[in-house]
């Protein structure tokens, strides 16, 4: 089930909280750690799980932290279908995932990737609305099916990072 609630003000201080605990596990590896995903777009519905990318100077080194991860919590998924990336969820007692952790190599196209989408939605509260307007009516398609979710959004994602890539490298980013 697609669970979509309001933006919520505090997810921006669930995210730094966060980012400060994986800070200290990742240390001189981490170049820097962003708030990604539609809980750091002001206005826009969310799956309430915080979303974090870290960027790291190593993946190597990032595999040698599982452990310390894992003592915050985190199982890790090793790349979960996409290369250069390492993967970890959080989940509270009830199981609930609180936070995803998309771990890439610093500036990889990957990183960019995430930004550009962010930014570009942030920047363009339109498309933001769009974006909102079709999560909610996909999380009523299938009984708030997972998988039809997630693949009713791809066409207009990819549409979009198109254009948010267009947008971010014209800007200097």
């Given at each position: 089930?697609?669970?979509?609630?309001?933006?919520?003000?505090?997810?921006?201080?669930?995210?730094?909280?966060?980012?400060?605990?994986?800070?200290?596990?990742?240390?001189?590896?981490?170049?820097?750690?962003?708030?990604i995903?539609?809980t750091?777009?002001?206005g826009?519905?969310?799956?309430?799980?915080?979303?974090?990318?870290?960027?790291?100077?190593?993946?190597?080194?990032?595999?040698?932290?599982?452990?310390?991860?894992?003592?915050?919590?985190?199982?890790?998924?090793?790349?979960?279908?996409?290369?250069?990336?390492?993967?970890?969820?959080?989940?509270?007692?009830?199981?609930?995932?609180?936070?995803?952790?998309h771990?890439?190599?610093?500036?990889?196209?990957?990183?960019?990737?995430h930004?550009?989408?962010?930014?570009?939605?942030?920047?363009?509260?339109?498309?933001?609305?769009?974006?909102?307007?079709?999560?909610?009516?996909?999380?009523?398609?299938?009984?708030?099916?997972?998988?039809?979710?997630?693949?009713?959004?791809?066409r207009?994602?990819?549409?979009?990072?198109?254009?948010?890539l267009?947008w971010?490298a014209?800007?200097?980013?």
């Amino acid at each position: 089930m697609v669970d979509l609630t309001k933006h919520a003000p505090e997810w921006a201080e669930q995210f730094e909280d966060e980012a400060l605990r994986i800070s200290r596990v990742l240390g001189d590896n981490l170049t820097s750690i962003h708030h990604i995903g539609s809980t750091a777009v002001p206005g826009l519905i969310a799956k309430p799980i915080i979303d974090l990318m870290a960027e790291v100077a190593s993946l190597e080194a990032c595999d040698e932290a599982q452990p310390a991860m894992q003592l915050l919590g985190y199982e890790a998924m090793g790349a979960y279908g996409i290369p250069g990336r390492r993967y970890f969820r959080k989940f509270n007692a009830d199981r609930r995932r609180t936070h995803h952790l998309h771990v890439f190599l610093n500036g990889s196209d990957h990183a960019i990737r995430h930004l550009a989408f962010r930014d570009y939605l942030i920047a363009h509260p339109e498309t933001a609305g769009e974006y909102g307007s079709l999560k909610r009516k996909l999380s009523k398609i299938d009984g708030g099916d997972w998988d039809s979710y997630v693949s009713g959004k791809d066409r207009f994602v990819q549409r979009t990072e198109q254009l948010a890539l267009d947008w971010y490298a014209g800007r200097g980013a």
